[in-house]
């Protein structure tokens, strides 16, 4: 019986301790609000002088905040995690504009009113919440931008997730270039 006993004992401890569910609310709450301070704009602010001569270029990146869920009727909600990365070695790319429109084409969100710089190889991200679901299944982000050399282009991606217990969903996209914007 004192076998018996032990044994379900080790079993049931085991079992316990492989409970990994992760849902630990505050602490991503924390997480997610300083990575939000992370992301100042102000501080990222540029003014453009005459002697820069900078080339301008535009890319369109496709964005869902939500997905279909097994019928038509019910959606899915999703994080979204834009990086904007500078791919150059020694210099830095400017965003002048980063618009988000819902699926309908309607503006959301300007992320900032003033020309930003992002520093050689740095990548600065923008994050939409979960819970925030005015993009739709067909969400966009136009991008301003602008660089000494159009040989050396930002790379503009987003990661879409969503999590609950132990089961996910995740995927990407990529900024495509405006030619004729």
Known sequence: M??????????SLFLTSCNGSGDDTSSDS???????EHNDWSKRRYAFKPEDDLRVAHTYLAVYSEIYA???????????????????LKDSVFVKKSEYYD??????NTYFDEPIFVAPMETVEIIVEEDHEQGGTGGNFIFHWATKNLDTKPLFEA??????????????????DLENY
Do not use: C, D, W
């Not at 004192?2 to 079993?11: D, N, S």
């Not at 699926?103 to 959301?108: D, E, K, S, Y």
């Open 2 to 11: 004192r076998k018996f006993i032990f044994i379900t004992f080790i079993v």
């Open 30 to 36: 924390k997480n997610l609000k300083e990575k939000m």
């Open 70 to 88: 097994r019928k038509e009727s019910r959606t899915y909600p999703l994080t979204i995690t834009v990086s904007i990365r500078n791919t150059s």
């Open 103 to 108: 699926t309908h084409g309607v503006l959301i």
């Open 159 to 176: 990661v879409m997730i969503s999590a609950s217990g132990q089961q996910g969903i995740s995927f990407t996209t990529q900024g495509v």
